[in-house]
Nanobody, 121 residues
Framework: QVQLVESGGGLVQAGGSLRLSCAAS????MGWFRQAPGKEREFVAS????????YYAGSVKARSTLTRDIAKNTVYLQMNSLKPEDTALYYC??????????????????WGQGTQVTVSS
């Protein structure tokens, strides 16, 4: 079973940037999700194993970039122009390579422990 390790969260002022990382050995479609207090987990972005296909939630697409470094077994989520509503616990998730890049949390098999992003106003 793959182990997912997220990092890169922290406290940032509105308008600032963060780069989240997720390390996972193996061939997987990788997704990012977030969960704010009192709300259900929601989709942020996902990427194919090869990096050929990416998919972003509309709320973050214009200010986020998801990439992967296959050699380092790491996926990066660069988030710019952060807003207070971006505050949440961010999780990375994985599903088998060759499957569709998907926003449905039910399609992912493995989950990390989460990294906290807090955006102050």
């Amino acid at each position: 079973q793959v182990q997912l390790v997220e990092s890169g969260g922290g406290l940032v002022q509105a308008g600032g940037s963060l780069r989240l990382s997720c390390a996972a050995s193996g061939r997987y479609v990788m997704g990012w999700f977030r969960q704010a207090p009192g709300k259900e987990r929601e989709f942020v972005a996902s990427i194919s194993w090869s990096g050929d296909t990416t998919y972003y939630a509309g709320s973050v697409k214009a200010r986020s970039t998801l990439t992967r470094d296959i050699a380092k077994n790491t996926v990066y989520l660069q988030m710019n122009s952060l807003k207070p509503e971006d505050t949440a616990l961010y999780y990375c998730a994985a599903r088998s390579a060759g499957r569709a890049v998907d926003a449905d949390i039910g399609k992912y098999d493995f989950w990390g422990q989460g990294t906290q992003v807090t955006v102050s106003s």
